[in-house]
């Protein structure tokens, strides 16, 4: 903390100095190609945080420090403009009307995820998902997951013992996908990814989504892809925004108003900024009161949450340089209630007790035309608690005296990455960068105090033949203190536009992951897990294909489509897993995959019409089955098992009303898995298939405030069968799968004031 202090007051001393320029401004008007006013247009100038939007009439007024600056219009449906403008101190310059030109459904979508800065899709050469922040709000969403449950590729899993969720991506599960906030890689105990769980879904403007690896770019862990959370940065040219929500839910039919059962968030968030200054902050309470389900007694199948989430943040911007800090905060406990003792009347409790505590400062200096430096550093310190107490027939509580009933392990990383992007000439650019990692852990149940050092450089030219090609080979070196990593890490993307509406994408990259201080040296036992580290884990590595062919065109009559037709093929090596512990039978322990497989197709449809945005997408994922490479000795098995990915989402907005009604919907196909208890006799498992679906409706009331409520989990899915009879081994899916607390109401208020 004292390094964190000692580079704010440093930097709070340089950037006063440099904030003596003065200020003019620059205002115009956005017309469509028919001459009719566009709204609620975006407005900012390149490499600045200085933005605005236009009113009804497609009027801006913006203010900035006097220099040379591009300035971007861009809206959905629509080319992006850009203009070189000159504003001078305290004058106001004046534009001609800026006209813009219809184009292709998401061909303006901005991406970051992989890239050397702020692009459309279009030019991106990686296939990206985007999720913006009015889908985000229209889901009525108090957590990531529910944002992302009906998301072609992605399922979840969740533990009921420990109250965590994993996630799934195209077949791979959690500790093959990166997750990033800001760009920053999130720490997690192990291969569960708990921290999506505590990303305060109130502060998200989008989220991007990277099938394939990104090991070169990203490093260990995205093998599976990455999922970027992109937060809110303010550009908005007004010098006060207060947000405010609360929200109501039923759990299933349990609810009781504010407290208890049932699921309540309220969040309230602040901005200021001048022209050089932003401060921010925002606090969410996210309280679920459990679900009861079958369980009877005081035990509840859904462990009740109780969650609070902090953010602060402040941000100094410049002609050439910006540079911010932000902390995110999360106190956390998931309450374990235990039936009581017939003869004692003592009832056994467990608290886990959650504290993430993350850091970033961010900065990017742009040093000409050709050449953008940016840089990050992150400090997280996160800690898990167990708290055991009993509580006796009259109420009174004490600790429990059990062996291991209280513990707490700690896990702390340091994370710094550099990076520099040249722009040599018109055809060829270049993105370099370093990556530094400091991994360390503490607790009862690690084994030492065991340290991961990680150091990388990366390159990744950009190489354009014209309008119609690009390339981008990438190479990441690495050296890990831990293992021996490979030397040399290579990647290779390009995006192949072979018309105006229709382009093609394919790449091949090397994925690698070198096992978790949990896999190594964490162990876990409790009366449903009994799980040891393994410090003779060999690290992973993967070799991964993929392709998509994207289709995009606009009508006249304003229709507009698009089409994209996906196809993937990874071969993971030494995949690390759980499974019996070949020395005691009655141990879990993880252990290499000697071979595994995924490969798929997709298929994914956009229409945008008048007030109608629906979407229609398909995947088919296969996933190796490693018994059928020994026909004699388990009979003639597919290689793959498959499972069917449907989703669709339609929303129709009334306009004049100022309302919106959303469905989403999700069927997620039978998941099968053979499997074997003795290694004589294999055995087909199958989770069953199942349907999910939101129903939401969103209505203004006045200019601050917005109801939103509706249904969510329309089908009232709770638990999936399962017929599997192995319940320890890598593969199994042992017992009932859990997915969900039943169907839910939902109704919520947002609160929003813009000071112009």
């Known amino acids: 903390m004292k390094y964190y202090f ?5 930097f709070l001393t340089f950037s006063r100095l440099l904030a003596q320029d003065s200020s003019g401004s620059v205002e115009g008007r956005v017309l469509s190609k028919s001459g009719k006013p566009v ?23 913006l203010s900035a420090p006097s220099g040379d600056y591009a300035l971007i219009v861009r809206t959905i449906g629509n080319e992006e403009s850009t203009l070189k403008i000159s504003i001078k101190a305290g004058e106001k310059l004046k534009l001609d009307d800026i006209e813009l030109t219809e184009t292709p459904l998401a061909l303006n979508e901005v991406v970051i995820t992989g890239q050397s800065g702020p692009q459309s899709l279009r030019n991106s050469v990686y296939q990206v998902r985007t999720i913006d922040n009015e889908r985000i709000r229209l889901r009525g969403a108090t957590n990531l997951q529910t944002i992302l449950n009906t998301e072609l590729g992605i399922r979840f899993s969740n533990d009921l013992t420990l109250g965590t969720s994993d996630i799934q991506l195209m077949g791979m599960s959690g500790q093959g996908v990166k997750i990033l906030l800001d760009g920053i890689p999130m720490v997690d105990r192990g291969g569960t990814r708990e921290s999506l769980g505590q990303i305060d879904i109130n502060t998200i403007e989008r989220i991007e989504i990277v099938e394939g690896p990104m090991s070169v770019i990203y490093g260990t862990d995205a093998l599976a892809g990455v999922i970027n959370i992109i937060t809110k940065k303010g550009h908005s040219d007004s010098p006060l925004t207060v947000n405010a929500r609360i929200q109501e839910e039923t759990a299933g039919d349990e609810y009781n108003a504010l ?12 901005t200021w900024q001048n022209e050089h200054w932003q401060f921010s902050g925002n606090v969410t309470r996210n309280n679920f009161g459990g679900w009861r389900g079958a369980s009877i007694g005081r035990a ?28 995110n905060g999360t106190d956390e406990t998931i309450k374990y209630l235990g039936n009581r003792n017939s003869v004692s009347g003592i009832a056994a409790d467990k608290d886990y007790i959650t504290n993430r505590w993350f850091h970033q400062v961010q900065s990017e200096i742009k040093l000409n035309e050709k050449l953008n430096l940016n840089s990050v550093a992150s ?7 167990t708290l055991s107490t009993n509580e006796d027939s009259t109420g009174r509580r004490t600790l429990s005296l059990d062996p291991g009933a209280q513990d707490k392990s700690i896990f702390t990383t340091a994370f710094f990455r550099g990076t520099a ?37 990366f390159l990744a030219p950009e190489i354009r033949l014209g309008n119609f090609f690009k390339l981008t080979p990438g190479l990441r070196f690495l050296k890990n203190s831990v293992y021996d990593a490979p030397p040399a890490i290579p990647s290779v993307n390009a995006k192949l536009t072979i018309s105006k509406s229709l382009d093609f994408r394919f790449g091949y990259a090397r994925g690698f992951r070198s096992p978790a201080l949990r896999e190594l040296y964490f162990d876990f036992h409790d009366a449903s897990h009994s799980i040891n580290g393994n410090v003779n884990l060999k690290a992973e590595y993967s070799n991964s294909f993929n392709s998509f062919l994207v289709w995009q065109a606009a009508s006249r009559t304003g229709i507009r489509v698009s089409s994209t037709l996906g196809s993937f093929y990874n071969v993971f090596h030494d995949l690390i897993d759980t499974g019996i512990d070949p020395d005691d039978r009655t141990q879990t322990t993880y252990l290499n995959i000697h071979l595994f497989k995924t490969t798929g197709f997709s298929l994914d449809n956009k229409i945008s019409w008048k007030n109608l945005q629906a979407t229609l997408g398909a995947t088919y994922i296969g996933r190796y089955n490693e018994f059928s490479e020994s026909p004699e000795d388990f009979g003639s098995l597919p290689k793959f098992v498959w499972s069917t990915e449907i989703n669709a989402n339609l929303l129709y907005s009334f306009k004049k009303a100022g309302a919106s009604v959303n469905l989403f919907y999700k069927y997620s196909g039978k998941r099968p898995v053979y499997e074997t208890a003795d290694q004589v006799n294999v055995h087909l498992a199958e989770t069953e298939d199942f349907h999910m679906a939101d129903l939401t409706a969103s209505k203004t009331l006045g200019k601050h405030l917005n109801l939103l409520g509706g249904i969510k989990n329309l089908f009232d899915v709770t638990n999936l069968q399962n017929t599997s009879t192995d319940t320890g081994g890598a593969h199994s899916t042992g017992g009932a799968v859990p997915m969900s607390f039943g169907r839910s109401y939902f109704l919520g208020l947002n609160f929003q004031f813009t000071k112009n």
Do not use: C
């Open 421 to 457: 992007f040249y722009k040599a000439a018109t055809y060829i650019s270049i993105l370099a960068g370093i990556d530094f990692s400091n991994e360390n852990a503490s607790g009862a149940r690690i084994l030492g105090t065991p340290t991961i050092n990680e150091y990388a450089l």
């Open 300 to 327: 509840k199948a859904w462990m009740p949450k109780d969650q609070m989430l902090y953010l602060a943040g402040v941000r100094y911007s410049g002609k050439q340089w910006n540079i911010w800090y932000r902390f």
């Open 259 to 270: 407290t208890k059962k049932g699921t309540h968030n309220q969040g309230l968030g602040l």
């Open 6 to 10: 000692t580079l704010f007051l440093t």
């Open 39 to 61: 709204s609620e247009a975006t407005i900012f100038l390149r490499n600045t945080v200085h933005g605005t939007q236009t009113s009804a009439e497609g009027l801006f007024l």
């Open 379 to 385: 400090f997280t310190d996160y800690s898990r608690k």
